[in-house]
């Protein structure tokens, strides 16, 4: 996927040109009567001149926020090479062993078989240092998020990963050149939520990045998203599904608490580490299986791997994204219960939801049930930073 985005880069390079954009500054937050009513606060957050994409997905001074030191990890594009080369390695040098294997006497089996049992306490030492190197490996690279203080294993520096996603930046705007909005009501309506989130959460780590705001004209598309490097995509469809203000703002925190976290770099770490793992049963299978069925077996293989490990990971960084991004909305003195109610609509919306179990997000019943499980302390950030405790007279599940 990230070949394919270097060669669309390359070839849209010409059409998408660099230029240094503006960038959020430091500012405390401020209470949401403070913010309507006082004409001195500004929602300028990387506004572009009219019809203009120019400079959006690469500037020049950018802020970056490490969660690991650089020089622990390779650049991103050699191991998604490097991946992919021992993957195909791993095939072929099963392949080759199971012919080998066939290929030999009888009598020289026999030998080979003997000097392995002969040897095994050898064998066993050797698999048991291998594995301790791996484990060793895997513990110099675990962090402690600054937010969430949770230990976590990152092969690649939030640096790196916010390169590629400048690549991954240019390929949406080139696939969505004519859609893209960057001025008008709705563009000045998204912006102004995103600054305030902004304001209220300025102290956090990582807040203090690139920030831009693009909107996608497609009603058809409820979606939004924030890559690593700073850029907010909104589709005009996901604007037409939320209903206020409060609710539009749930959903950019939660995206945005997806870059602050560090999720595409973590992701794509453990990814990794979970895909180098697999290349020794690859072998196995490749070795003791004949080729027709290595093929099925290798394919349920991977199968069970995305059902136990990457999908539940995954949706356990959506459940992490949620929690964080309703302390941001409380923060920015939204009501937060309106995330729990945007979820229950959606899920009256839907028409046929996905197997929570086979997603790569938690259902929309269990995501607003974990909102509404995390209400007590987001009403208590609403204490601390609103000077109240609830955010209107009316409860706003009953509207």
Not at 87 to 107: C, D, I, M, Q, Y
Not at 154 to 173: D, G, T
Not at 352 to 380: C, N, V
Request: net charge positive.
């Amino acid at each position: 996927m990230y070949l394919q985005r270097l060669w669309s880069t390359i070839v849209c390079s010409s059409r998408v040109n660099l230029q240094k954009v503006s960038s959020f500054g430091k500012v405390k937050c401020f209470p949401k009567q403070y913010l309507y009513s006082n004409p001195h606060i500004s929602y300028n957050l990387n506004i572009f001149p009219r019809c203009t994409l120019q400079n959006v997905c690469n500037p020049i001074c950018q802020r970056t926020f490490h969660t690991s030191n650089s020089n622990k990890a390779l650049p991103p594009i050699i191991w998604i090479v490097l991946r992919s080369l021992l993957k195909f390695g791993a095939v072929l040098t099963g392949r080759g062993l199971r012919k080998w294997w066939a290929s030999l006497p009888k009598n020289r089996r026999e030998y080979i078989l003997y000097q392995v049992k002969k040897n095994r306490t050898r064998i066993m030492w050797g698999s048991a240092l291998s594995g301790g190197f791996v484990l060793v490996y895997y513990v110099s690279h675990l962090v402690e998020d600054p937010i969430t203080k949770r230990v976590k294993f990152m092969l690649f520096s939030e640096k790196q990963i916010r390169q590629m996603a400048n690549i991954e930046c240019e390929v949406i705007i080139e696939n969505y050149k004519n859609q893209i909005v960057t001025s008008g009501q709705q563009y000045n309506y998204v912006l102004k939520v995103a600054q305030r989130i902004l304001q209220a959460n300025s102290k956090l780590p990582g807040a203090k990045r690139e920030w831009k705001v693009l909107i996608v004209d497609d009603k058809d598309t409820k979606n939004a998203f924030v890559l690593p490097s700073g850029h907010i995509f909104i589709f005009t469809g996901m604007l037409a599904a939320v209903s206020n203000e409060d609710q539009l703002a749930a959903i950019i925190a939660h995206e945005m608490s997806h870059a602050l976290l560090s999720h595409s770099a973590e992701a794509a770490s453990k990814t990794h580490l979970l895909e180098m793992l697999m290349l020794l049963p690859i072998v196995a299978l490749w070795t003791l299986l004949p080729d027709s069925i290595a093929i099925s077996s290798h394919y349920f293989t991977e199968y069970i791997s995305t059902i136990l490990f990457k999908l539940p990971f995954s949706r356990s960084l959506e459940t992490e994204a949620d929690t964080v991004g309703l302390e941001m909305v409380a923060r920015a003195c939204y009501d937060p219960r309106q995330a729990s109610v945007f979820w229950r609509k959606m899920e009256r919306l839907a028409e046929d939801e996905q197997i929570e179990w086979l997603s790569t997000h938690p259902s929309h019943k269990t995501r607003y049930e974990t909102l509404d499980g995390l209400m007590p302390k987001a009403f208590s950030i609403l204490t601390r930073y609103c000077s109240r405790s609830d955010p209107g007279p009316h409860a706003p599940r009953r509207n």
